[in-house]
């Protein structure tokens, strides 16, 4: 058969139109296959994702005071096993699935949240990333730490899927935390740190303070700390025992002879 003949471009013809017929199918075969793969990687990961509600363990607060954890061991592992710091997860986790989904909306409903694809975890810098899901939600949920040392960590929470975020209103992120970030504040006659074991800030008062130190701390606390969190402020005088801020400004008439 000689190129350029009817019958030559008419088989040609007849073979390109299979070559792309196989092309075709190849190609629909191929995104069949990784459509497969999306669908049972997001199946086995949401089919993993535990059913709060038949936890037979809970107490009475889980999943309606804070987010019942599953999975955790790696997260719990990054905080130093900090069960404080645990608990203030759970409680910003329940906070941002009650604000951003309806499904939960109702304070009756339990929430549960499992950390899912480990091979998805990673460490930037400082910051190590989670991936997880809330039970009775298909939209995966980044969650991420970072430390600032003395058990502080700040938190963000984003659904990946629409990209909904709010760590400016979460607990982690408030005016307390951004404050202790701040510590210790070393001036001549006070000092201002804060104690990890006990979870509080200790103002020590040093020989020599006056009424204008008084005042110093009484604002950098009101400005930094929050007129909310002044119950976990307290005062000593060269750090021996504790004084309520009365008694500070008397020693300085008076001295506490005890102290």
């Known amino acids: 058969m000689k190129p350029g003949t009817g ?35 997001l199946f086995f990961n949401t089919s993993s994702v535990v059913n709060p509600n038949k936890d037979k363990n809970l107490n009475p607060d889980d999943g309606i005071s804070y987010a019942v954890l599953y999975d955790y061991a790696e997260v719990f592992s990054v905080i130093d096993e900090n069960e404080d710091v645990l608990r203030s997860i759970q409680k910003d986790l329940l906070f941002f699935a009650r604000s951003t989904r ?4 109702d304070n009756t ?3 549960g949240f499992t950390f899912v694809d480990e091979d ?16 009775g939600l298909e939209d ?5 730490l970072t430390p600032y040392g003395r058990g502080v960590y700040t938190l963000s929470i984003t659904n990946l899927k629409d990209s909904t975020n709010i760590d400016d209103s979460l607990s ?42 008084i005042d110093e701390v009484i604002a950098t606390i009101n400005s930094g700390f929050g007129e909310n969190n002044l119950d976990d402020v307290v005062y000593s005088i060269n ?6 801020l009365d008694q500070v400004g008397q020693n300085l008439i008076t001295p506490l002879l005890q102290l």
């Open 7 to 41: 019958q030559w471009m008419e088989t040609n013809g007849e073979n390109m139109r299979n070559i792309a017929t196989k092309r075709n199918v190849l190609i629909l075969f191929s995104g069949l296959i990784i459509a497969s793969l999306v669908i049972w990687t």
């Open 102 to 105: 309806q499904e939960f909306s």
């Open 109 to 111: 409903v339990l929430v």
């Open 120 to 135: 998805e975890n990673y460490k930037q810098n400082e910051t190590s990333f989670f991936t997880g899901y809330f039970y």
């Open 140 to 144: 995966k949920i980044q969650v991420s």
């Open 172 to 213: 982690m992120n408030g005016q307390r935390n951004r404050f202790i970030i701040t510590l210790p504040i070393e001036k001549s006659f006070y000092s201002i740190r804060y104690q990890l074991t006990e979870d509080r800030i200790v103002v020590s008062f040093y020989d020599g303070y006056t009424q204008k130190d």
């Open 239 to 244: 750090r021996v025992g504790i004084v309520n």
